[in-house]
């Protein structure tokens, strides 16, 4: 696959995109992802939502979205295209956590045994197969969880697990918010204890938030309109801004006014104009600058709704009472619902 991406180039006139579509919907999700970065040509097509929808019917690739119940339980909420996912092989008191486009979730279950304790285990659905991991270092409160691929031959992965939120620590000179710090590696199979996280006093981390992994890195919102990074390799934190930072926009505490997302594989950021009936769409890039790439009009009907997702280049997802909404940009209207119950959302 690597040959033919250096061989030839989609302007090659002996190979046409329907040509370089079919030879790359035969790949693996792991080629897909390296001619994405040796190839902007190929990056842009395979985020084609065509080449997508193409890509998943004939790998039949299984595409959704988890959705964490208020107490227990669990369902899957398929996308366009998408075969259902069965997660009745889950213990029925299951809560996820945090899950992975590469189809791996983190869950805890209480303990079979100790009252008042919990086991997590990480598990592939459309494999079924769970496995237990080992207790966490600390028993503090869990607060979040995340979970970050850092590579995929062999598997690699780390989760993060953030406790026992402070917000009036003394650290040095003042008060600051500060988190306990846990990562689990899967390749050493055991949490490290970090340290702490630290944040200036009364800025916290938006739980009620989706948080976003993109090239083995961790996003998340504060409450200061900030974003906080967790980076898998060097496993440090760094904070920087939004692309948004006036009181012109209508950043109330309703977080569906703003909302970071993953968009063609970047870390994007999403936030409803003044006029309330558009989004804006903004990429961090490669510089880590924030670049506007769009302005999308909505119906009035779908601009009342909570923005879940963006599904692929032209299709958002939207929460709507007990139903998530495929909203097509190109075709204007919806193209698929699935009814679910209340509950967060985990994209997988």
Known sequence: MILMAHACSPMDPKFSC?????????????????????????????????????YKKRNKIVSGFLIQKGGNGYE???????????????????????????????????HPQLQDSIVYHVCKPSSKQVLPLPYPKTSYTTD????????????????????????????????????HCE???????????????????????KSNYQWITTRGSIYMLLSNKEVLKF?????????????IQTLYYPFSENPRLR????????LGFACMTPSLHSW???????????????????????????????YDADTWVMNEFKTLVFYSFKEGGCISKARKSYGAFEEV
């Open 280 to 310: 804006e769409i903004w990429v961090l890039t490669v510089d880590q600058s924030w670049e506007k790439l769009d302005v999308l009009d909505m119906k009035k009907d779908i601009a009342k709704l909570s923005l879940v997702a963006i």
């Open 231 to 243: 980076d898998a390799y060097s496993e440090e934190w760094t904070t920087f801004s939004t692309p």
């Open 76 to 110: 899957f909420a398929p996308g366009p295209e998408s075969n259902n996912l069965d997660l009745g092989f889950l213990p029925h008191d299951a809560k996820i956590l945090a899950s992975s486009e590469q189809g791996i979730m983190v869950f805890e279950s209480p």
């Open 18 to 54: 329907d040509m370089n579509m079919e030879i790359l919907s035969r790949t693996s999700l792991k080629t897909l992802d390296i001619t994405r970065c040796i190839n902007k040509q190929f990056e842009k097509l395979t985020y084609d939502p065509g080449f997508l929808n193409f």
């Open 259 to 266: 909302k970071l997302v993953k968009y063609q594989g970047k």
């Open 183 to 205: 990562i689990f590696d899967s390749r050493e199979w055991t949490w490290r204890v970090k340290d702490h996280v630290i944040l200036p006093y009364t800025v916290y981390i």
């Open 144 to 179: 979040n969880v995340y979970m970050v691929m850092v590579g995929s031959k062999p598997l690699h992965y780390k989760i993060v697990r953030l406790s026992d939120y402070t917000s009036d620590t003394d650290y040095g000179n003042g008060r600051c918010t500060s988190y």
